[in-house]
């Protein structure tokens, strides 16, 4: 049951604009739930555990892709990627963006419409610009997240009548920063941002992990690369926990953290093969905790199935700005009249022949403090690519018993992001050939992927057996399959049409 709770989302837009419902939004980067409030056994993110413990945390959130810009896409749009146009990265040669109409539901002007001062700090990675654009960027070294927080500070703390908006995005624990050469090993672990010989960012007191007592999540390899990979990116979610712990400190300082919405969560799961750029589990499975301080209930964990499709409308819903029964703003963008007024884009493909008028996501403000409420009875995925050399399309039905994949390109090898290729976990295995195990498969599975996957979520929830060639399965596989064409058909999936040809 849905209870709706005395929250800024009840008020009117002139209340909204009191400068007592801010909204920090939080985003990692390649990182999977693991910290202590999702039972981690190692992970030592305090912050984050005292934040959930003071609010909601979600047990099923998930992101639509495991793709860096095409997930933020959908984090700042709710609308799935074949739908706001960003299939893959927006930088360099990729060169991926939304469409320019879009912009009728782009979470920061949308914000910023409904009375916010708006801010970015960190990882941007989505374009056009002018679609998602906020008022203010701050300068930061991403990884340097103590630092990153403290840059925030003037804005945070700013005397105005108006609420703000931050966003906030690390580059931790994304892989990058070289390697490990101390490391005894031949393939020499990545260090995902730390600095090497155990030097440390400033205000960071770095945290070093054992790579003999990490927990080796079920997709991957037990091996001393997995273990010594694993050990550098348990470091680098640390440091974000710091940068975290900062930013409650300048709103407590202030006498602003019981006037702050904080929203944390991840852009996608980990950067190893079998999460990032999969639809696996460890690629969709996020962390995502909520504290809204107007929430009486805290410390709720909740087995409500949510997606990113739903952040832009639950942050609008908390500035008051979300219609809830249409899934819309309450005042959306015109956006012939605001390109028009722009004199940009005017000859240009603008909407791909979609119209955006409402989000593929629901609000769940009104989920937050009750561990019973439910929202989503399935959520549906998708991936088209990651790098634009990347092209593999698959789309996901995924409810609490059973998960159907659909590889469209399945007769293609399965394609590799570069930092992914080239990881130690990952060639350690590949090059002793095709049968060497790899987490729940072979590395030959791994890239060679079947038209279909079917998993039973409640007996399988690793998805370490495909059922879909079980003729005690067939019917099942023919129901899975028609929710997931319905879905699609719900959702305009152009990808669609692949049903009728190859």
Not at 85 to 109: C, E, I, M, N
Not at 129 to 149: G, W
Not at 388 to 409: C, E, G, H, S, T
Request: glycine content about 6%.
């Amino acid at each position: 049951m849905l209870v709706f709770l005395p929250t800024a989302a009840c008020l009117g837009a002139e209340d909204a604009k009191r400068p007592d419902r801010n909204v920090i939004f939080f985003i990692t980067d390649d990182e999977s739930p693991t910290l202590g409030c999702y039972g981690d056994p190692i992970a030592k993110t305090p912050n984050i555990d005292k934040l959930a413990a003071d609010g909601t945390v979600f047990l099923n959130a998930f992101a639509t892709t495991a793709s860096c810009s095409a997930s933020r896409s959908v984090v700042m749009t709710g609308l799935h990627n074949h739908m706001n146009g960003q299939y893959g990265h927006t930088h360099h040669f990729h060169k991926f963006s939304s469409y320019h109409d879009v912009v009728s539901l782009a979470l920061p002007r949308l914000m910023a419409d409904a009375g916010y001062r708006t801010a970015r700090c960190g990882k941007y990675h989505v374009a056009p610009e002018a679609v998602f654009h906020f008022e203010k960027t701050i300068p930061a070294n991403e990884r340097s997240t103590v630092e990153m927080a403290e840059n925030c500070r003037e804005f945070i703390t700013e005397n105005s009548e108006h609420p703000f908006f931050l966003y906030f995005a690390t580059s931790d624990p994304h892989r990058g920063g070289g390697v490990d050469k101390t490391s005894s090993l031949e393939l020499k672990p990545n260090l995902f941002g730390n600095k090497p010989n155990k030097k440390a960012y400033p205000g960071v007191d770095e945290v070093f992990y054992d790579p003999a007592e990490v927990p080796i999540p079920e997709f991957l390899p037990d091996t001393p690369d997995t273990r010594e990979e694993l050990a550098q990116y348990y470091q680098s979610v640390s440091r974000i926990d710091q940068g975290l712990g900062r930013l409650v400190e300048i709103l407590k300082e202030n006498g602003l953290y019981d006037k702050t919405m904080i929203v944390f969560t991840a852009d996608h799961g980990m950067a190893f093969s079998g999460g990032k750029t999969t639809v696996y589990e460890g690629g969709l499975r996020v962390p995502f905790v909520v504290r809204d301080p107007y929430e009486k209930n805290r410390g709720v964990k909740t087995e409500a199935m949510i997606s990113h499709v739903d952040i832009t409308p639950s942050l609008l819903d908390f500035a008051g700005a979300l219609d809830r029964e249409a899934h819309r703003p309450k005042n959306p963008i015109n956006a012939n009249a605001f390109w028009k007024k722009r004199g940009e884009a005017l000859q240009e493909n603008r909407s791909g022949g979609n119209k955006f008028n409402e989000y593929h996501g629901r609000s769940w403000i009104p989920l937050l403090g009750d561990p019973e409420a439910t929202t989503h009875d399935s959520i549906f995925a998708s991936h088209t690519f990651h790098e634009i050399q990347m092209y593999y399309p698959m789309r996901v039905y995924r409810d609490k018993r059973f998960k159907l994949i659909w590889n469209i390109a399945h007769k293609l090898d399965y394609p590799f992001a570069s930092d992914l290729w080239a990881a130690s976990s990952w060639q350690a295995q590949y090059q002793k050939g095709e049968d060497a195990p790899y987490g729940t498969r072979t590395v030959g599975e791994y890239i060679h992927r079947p038209e279909f996957e079917l998993f039973n979520m409640e007996t399988d929830p690793h998805e370490s057996l495909n059922l879909a060639n079980d003729p005690a399965y067939a019917e099942v596989l023919e129901q899975y399959k028609a929710k997931l064409k319905a879905k699609q058909k719900e959702l305009d999936d152009p990808w669609i049409m692949k049903w009728d040809y190859q």
